[in-house]
């Protein structure tokens, strides 16, 4: 069975820093792009940054400069630095990977992680 485990989520105070994780197991022939997204209550989920398989990466406006999204491919594993934290960053942080389980490719989403930030 194919998953995506996310940590690293929590309270920290405005200006601090939190890094999540998201690793992925199973029976994984391959990992293409992985993303992280987040869900502030009332509103939609939005892409916060994406990886490709190559190391390429993009990111929102909102995050730029002070997250940083790294993967570490021999852990099937994907990073979400987060640095000068606001408290507008508040919400469920999602990990998003399309996967070729062997079968085909599918896009996969963690179960989710809750950053809280204090002003």
């Known amino acids: 069975q194919v998953q995506l485990v996310e940590s690293g989520g929590g309270l920290v105070q405005a200006g601090g820093s939190l890094r999540l994780s998201c690793a992925a197991s199973?029976?994984?022939?391959?990992?293409?792009?992985m993303r992280w997204y987040r869900q502030a209550p009332g509103k939609q989920r939005e892409l916060v940054a994406a990886?490709?398989?190559?190391?390429?990466?993009r990111y929102a406006d909102s995050v730029k400069g002070r997250f940083t999204i790294s993967r570490d491919n021999a852990k099937n594993t994907v990073y979400l630095q987060m640095n000068s934290l606001k408290p507008e960053d508040t919400a469920v942080y999602y990990c998003?990977?399309?996967?070729?389980?062997?079968?085909?490719?599918?896009?996969?989403w963690g179960q989710g992680t809750q950053v809280t930030v204090s002003s």
């Open positions: 998003n990977a399309d996967l070729d389980y062997g079968l085909g490719w599918m896009a996969y």
């Open positions: 199973g029976s994984i022939f391959s990992i293409g792009a």
């Open positions: 990886i490709s398989s190559g190391g390429s990466t």
